[in-house]
């Protein structure tokens, strides 16, 4: 049974309220609540957030009923990976095993229901302990991204012998996106981290990679919905 998740913290400092932010006629978490309810494979849906309205909001329209929360997981310092795990935890006292624990960012609201259901089939093709949604960076530490040294001059990041002088010619490097992830259970209960185990790429469109974290994030996102909604690749 494949368990969908949405975490959804009541705070910002970015855009305060934002997973709850209308964008484009709804709220910004149902843009991607709607894409797992709507999916034949995901078994049933989970909520994780410390915000009473976005909880209630959730349950009544069909999301287990898990409770709030806990305060220590609702802080900006903590990790997604305890709040994961109190999410499997607690949704499994009512489904039961969970095959597979499938987590949506809601601020990255872009996503088609083929790129879930692209990530599901490489978890089940690869049998990995987690797919992780990457685009290709857009900046290559390895060529054009630079930090300066103690005495203040700059040099690449991650120098290799001989330089690179094209991007073309420079190890691919990824941006880790919010925009799917798939686990499995076990890895998520045993892990501390998410890179313990063996994680690997779903390689995705960077267009449809933008998260929301600032308020021009917001708007972009909005623009880019718009178009998307505009040339048919979503519905409201």
């Not at 992830?181 to 267009?207: C, M, Q």
Request: contains cysteine; aromatic residues 8%; glycine residues 8%.
């Amino acid at each position: 049974m494949i368990l969908g998740h949405i975490g959804a913290r009541k705070g910002s400092k970015g855009v305060p309220g934002k997973n709850f932010r209308p964008l484009c006629g709804k709220p910004l978490i149902d843009w991607s609540l709607d894409q797992l309810f709507a999916n034949p494979r995901v078994g049933a849906v989970v909520v994780s957030t410390d915000d009473e309205a976005i909880y209630e909001h959730a349950v009544k329209r069909g999301a287990l009923d898990i409770g709030l929360r806990p305060a220590e997981l609702a802080t900006d310092t903590a990790p997604k990976w305890g709040v994961w795990q109190h999410a499997l935890a607690t949704s499994e006292e009512k489904t039961g095993p969970v095959s597979a624990f499938l987590d949506l960012d809601c601020t990255s609201p872009l996503r088609i229901p083929e790129d879930i259901d692209g990530a599901l089939d490489l978890f089940t093709n690869e049998h990995p302990d987690m797919v992780m949604s990457v685009c290709e960076a857009r900046k290559n530490p390895y060529f054009n991204l630079v930090e300066p040294d103690a005495s203040g001059a700059l040099h690449v990041s991650k120098p290799l012998p001989g330089g690179v002088w094209a991007r073309q010619d420079a190890p691919v490097v990824y941006e880790h996106v919010g925009v799917v992830y798939v686990v499995a259970p076990e890895y998520l209960r045993r892990a501390k981290t998410i890179y313990e185990g063996r994680v690997v790429p779903y390689v995705l469109d960077s267009d449809r990679c933008h998260d929301i974290d600032t308020p021009y994030d917001f708007r972009l996102v909005e623009f880019l919905l718009k178009e998307q909604l505009a040339a048919g690749v979503r519905k409201v």
